[in-house]
C-alpha cells in the first residue's frame, strides 16, 4: 500500500538454459508471469549460467569464455 510508484518492467531471473536452449521449466515460469503481470511487460530475462557465474566470481568479460556478443564486465560487489 505505501508504493506509489509505477512499475517499468518485471525481469526475469534465474531462467536456465542448456545451451543455446531455454528449458521447459524457464518457459513455463516466464509465461505465468505474463499471466500474473497483465499489462506489464516482461523484460528479457537474465539467464541461470555457469558462465555468468564465474565472469561475476572473476571480474571478467563474457566475451573471454566465447560469447563475444556478451561484452559486459562484471564485478564483485
Do not use: H
Not at 531455454?22 to 558462465?51: C, H, V, Y
Amino acid at each position: 500500500m505505501a508504493f506509489t510508484g509505477r512499475v517499468l518492467g518485471i525481469v526475469p531471473f534465474r531462467d536456465r538454459w542448456v545451451g543455446n536452449t531455454q528449458t521447459l521449466e524457464g518457459r513455463q515460469n516466464i509465461e505465468a508471469m505474463r499471466e500474473f503481470a497483465l499489462d506489464i511487460p516482461i523484460l528479457p530475462s537474465i539467464r541461470e549460467s555457469e558462465k555468468f557465474k564465474s565472469a561475476i566470481r572473476q571480474g571478467k568479460l563474457l566475451s573471454t569464455w566465447g560469447n563475444p556478443t556478451c561484452n559486459i564486465r562484471w564485478q564483485n560487489y
